[in-house]
């Protein structure tokens, strides 16, 4: 058991093998469920991912995009074996 001490403010370190075990990196929020009986879930909080936030992600300078049909074009062409 890995206890923690609280501060006077109310605050606790998690030690960096239980950040790691969460999957958590400086800047990455912690999520805390309230559970019965006093405890608490402790788990790396995930960003809720819309798919706005994704168009043009993969965009390059000075290209066009890639339409769609030649993208089902390329994996038509990968699933049969073809470079």
């Given at each position: 058991m890995n206890a923690m001490t609280?501060?006077?403010?109310?605050?606790?370190?998690?030690?960096?093998e239980l950040l790691e075990h969460l999957g958590a990196h400086p800047g990455d929020k912690i999520r805390l469920?309230?559970?019965?009986?006093?405890?608490?879930?402790i788990r790396a909080a995930r960003p809720d991912g819309k798919i706005d936030g994704f168009f043009g992600c993969l965009s390059r300078?000075?290209?066009?995009?890639?339409?769609?049909?030649e993208v089902n074009e390329a994996i038509e062409q990968g699933w049969a074996g073809q470079p």
């Open positions: 609280v501060s006077s403010g109310g605050q606790i370190t998690l030690r960096k469920d309230k559970l019965p009986g006093g405890e608490v879930r300078e000075g290209r066009r995009p890639i339409l769609g049909e």
